[in-house]
C-alpha cells in the first residue's frame, strides 16, 4: 500500500495527470473512429514518446488503453460498426437499442459498466500481481519456456477462427524475429547490411497496423457518408440502474481471469457475458431487441480484461493482446523488460503504472460521458482525410526509429503483407506475438539445453512445464473433438465467397 500511494503522489503530479487525460482523450478518439484501435495508436506514438520520461509514456499508453475500450462501444451502439474486435458484442444490442431511440442510455450503461470493471479489474491487479510475480520469479527456464509456448499456441489455436491462418502469422512473426545476427551467425540477412541488426518490431508493428489497416480501407472506400444515429446527453433511468448493475459484475468477474491468461484476450469474455445475461434475464423476450443487459455486461467483461492484461504484461512478461504488444515493446525501449523481476527492479514505476489505471478510469467516466455528443460527430471525418493522416504519422515513426531510409522501404513491404493478411483473414496478433517471444523463446531454450548439457528431457523435468503440456494435448483434443461433432453443411446450401465479401 505504501507504494501504491507513492505511485499516486507520482501519477497525480500535474505533468503526469495531463499525459493520463491526453491518453484517455486519444484513446476514446482511436477507440470510436471504426478502424483504428489502441494498438495502432500507440504504435503512431511510440516514436513520439523517446523524449519522455518512462513513466509519463507508459501512464499515456495505459490511457489510450483503457480509452480505447471504452471508445469502441460508441461505434458499435450508434454505427453498428464495432471499433474494436471486443465489442462486436456490445452491437448485437446496443444498437438496437439506438434505433429505439434509447442511444443515450446504451451510451451511460456502457460507461458506467466500464467504470466499475475498471476500478474493481484495477483492484484485483494490486493484490493479486505481486503473488503472480513471486511465483513466477521461481519458475527455471523450462517452465518459463512452457509458458511462453502455452502464450503462443493459444493466440494460435485457440483464439483464432481458423486454427491454419493463425499458424500461419505466427510462423510469419517467428521467421521475422530470426531476421539478424543475434546469435553470432547471419540468418535471412540476404547480404544486407542493414539487416544485421535485426528488424525493429516498431517497424513491423506501425506498418502491419496502420499501413496494413490504410490500405485496406482505401480498396474498400465508400463514398456514401456514415449515418449516424443522434444521441443526446447520456443518463439512465432507476430501471435501467436495476437490470444493469448484476451484469457489471458478472462480466467483470468473467472478464479479469480471461484476460489475466496467456493470448486471454476480450472476445471470449464478452461472448461468455453475452450468453449467461441471455440465460439469466428477466427479459429474455427483449434479446435480440435491444436489451440493456446484452450491453452492460459485455462492456464490464471487456474492461475488466483490460485489467487482467496488465496483470500478465507485468507480473509474468507475456503480452496477451496486440495493446499489450505495443506497451510491453514500450517499456523494453526504456530498457524495462517486464516480467517476474520487474517489480522488484522498477517498484516506482508498476506502481505509479497502477495508480494511473485508477485516475484513467475515472477519467473516463469523468470526461468522457458528458463528451458522448461530441464523439459522435467525430464520426463524420471524412475517411480520406484520416487515413492520409495515418499514413504520415506511421512515415514519421518508422523513419524516426533509426533515421534510415531502408526503414521506409520495410514500411511498405509489411504494409503490404498487412494487406495481404487482412484481404486473407490471417489475424495480427499472433505475428506480433512470434515477433516478441521468438528471440525470447530462443533465449529460454538455449539457456536450458545449455544447463543440462543438451540434455532434451530437461524441457519437460519441471512440474509446471509438465502441466502446460498436458493443458496443451487436451485443449488439442478438445478442439479435434469439437470439430468431429460439427454437422457437416450440405452443399447446395453453400454460399460462394465472391458473394459472402460481397454482402460485407
Avoid at 482523450?25 to 484501435?37: D, E, H, K, R, S
Avoid at 503473488?131 to 489455436?157: C, E, K, N, R, W
Amino acid at each position: 500500500m505504501d507504494l501504491l500511494l507513492d505511485g499516486f503522489a507520482t501519477a497525480l503530479t500535474p505533468e503526469n495527470l495531463l499525459f493520463a487525460a491526453l491518453g484517455v482523450l486519444l484513446g476514446t478518439a482511436v477507440g470510436v473512429l471504426p478502424g483504428i484501435g489502441p494498438a495502432m495508436a500507440i504504435a503512431l506514438l511510440f516514436p513520439v514518446t523517446y523524449a519522455v520520461g518512462p513513466e509519463s509514456a507508459i501512464i499515456m499508453f495505459a490511457g489510450i488503453y483503457y480509452g480505447g475500450m471504452y471508445g469502441g462501444s460508441t461505434t458499435s451502439i450508434l454505427l453498428n460498426t464495432p471499433g474494436e474486435a471486443s465489442s462486436v458484442v456490445t452491437a448485437l444490442e446496443g444498437n438496437k437499442m439506438a434505433k429505439k431511440g434509447r442511444a443515450a442510455q446504451a451510451l451511460a450503461t456502457a460507461a458506467v459498466g466500464s467504470f466499475v470493471a475498471g476500478t474493481i479489474g484495477t483492484v484485483l491487479l494490486v493484490v493479486l500481481m505481486p503473488h503472480v510475480a513471486d511465483v513466477v520469479v521461481q519458475l527455471g527456464d523450462p517452465s518459463y519456456l512452457a509458458i511462453m509456448l502455452l502464450a503462443l499456441f493459444m493466440v494460435t489455436f485457440v483464439m483464432g477462427a481458423s486454427k491454419l491462418r493463425g499458424f500461419i502469422a505466427l510462423f510469419l512473426g517467428l521467421a521475422i524475429a530470426m531476421i539478424g545476427t543475434s546469435t553470432g551467425q547471419a540468418r535471412l540477412t540476404f547480404d544486407q547490411p542493414l539487416l544485421s541488426d535485426g528488424i525493429d518490431v516498431v517497424v513491423v508493428a506501425v506498418a502491419v497496423f496502420a499501413i496494413g489497416e490504410a490500405l485496406w480501407v482505401a480498396a474498400h472506400l465508400r463514398r456514401k457518408p456514415l449515418e449516424v444515429i443522434p444521441v443526446g446527453q447520456p443518463w439512465m433511468s432507476r430501471a435501467d440502474w436495476s437490470r444493469s448493475w448484476k451484469p457489471w459484475l458478472r462480466g467483470t468477474a468473467l472478464g479479469f481471469p480471461f484476460g489475466a491468461l496467456p493470448a486471454g484476450g476480450a472476445e471470449t469474455p464478452t461472448f461468455l457475458s453475452y450468453a449467461a445475461e441471455q440465460k439469466l434475464s428477466k427479459h429474455p423476450e427483449e434479446f435480440g431487441e435491444g436489451a440493456i443487459e446484452g450491453v452492460a455486461g459485455p462492456e464490464a467483461a471487456n474492461n475488466a480484461s483490460a485489467a487482467g492484461t496488465m496483470m500478465s504484461l507485468l507480473a509474468i512478461g507475456l503480452p496477451t493482446t496486440a495493446t499489450a504488444v505495443m506497451i510491453l515493446l514500450a517499456l523494453k525501449s526504456y530498457g524495462i523488460q517486464p516480467g517476474p523481476q520487474l517489480l522488484d527492479a522498477e517498484p516506482a514505476l508498476v506502481w505509479t503504472l497502477v495508480a494511473s489505471l485508477f485516475i484513467a478510469n475515472t477519467l473516463l467516466l469523468v470526461i468522457n460521458l458528458p463528451m458522448a455528443p461530441l464523439w459522435a460527430k467525430l464520426l463524420q471525418i471524412p475517411r480520406p482525410y484520416l487515413y492520409a493522416g495515418i499514413l504520415f504519422f506511421a512515415s514519421l515513426g518508422a523513419y524516426s526509429v533509426s533515421f534510415e531510409a531502408f526503414d521506409l522501404a520495410l514500411l511498405l513491404v509489411f504494409g503490404l503483407m498487412g494487406l495481404g493478411m487482412r484481404r486473407f483473414g490471417i489475424p495480427v496478433l499472433p505475428l506480433l506475438v512470434g515477433v516478441i517471444l521468438g528471440p525470447l523463446l530462443e533465449e529460454r531454450l538455449t539457456r536450458a539445453l545449455v544447463i543440462s548439457d543438451g540434455d532434451v528431457s530437461t524441457l519437460w523435468g519441471e512440474p509446471v512445464a509438465i502441466v502446460v503440456y498436458a493443458l496443451m494435448a487436451i485443449l488439442v483434443v478438445a478442439a479435434v473433438i469439437g470439430s468431429l461433432r460439427k454437422p457437416v453443411v450440405a452443399s447446395d446450401s453453400t454460399v460462394p465467397a465472391e458473394k459472402e465479401e460481397a454482402k460485407a
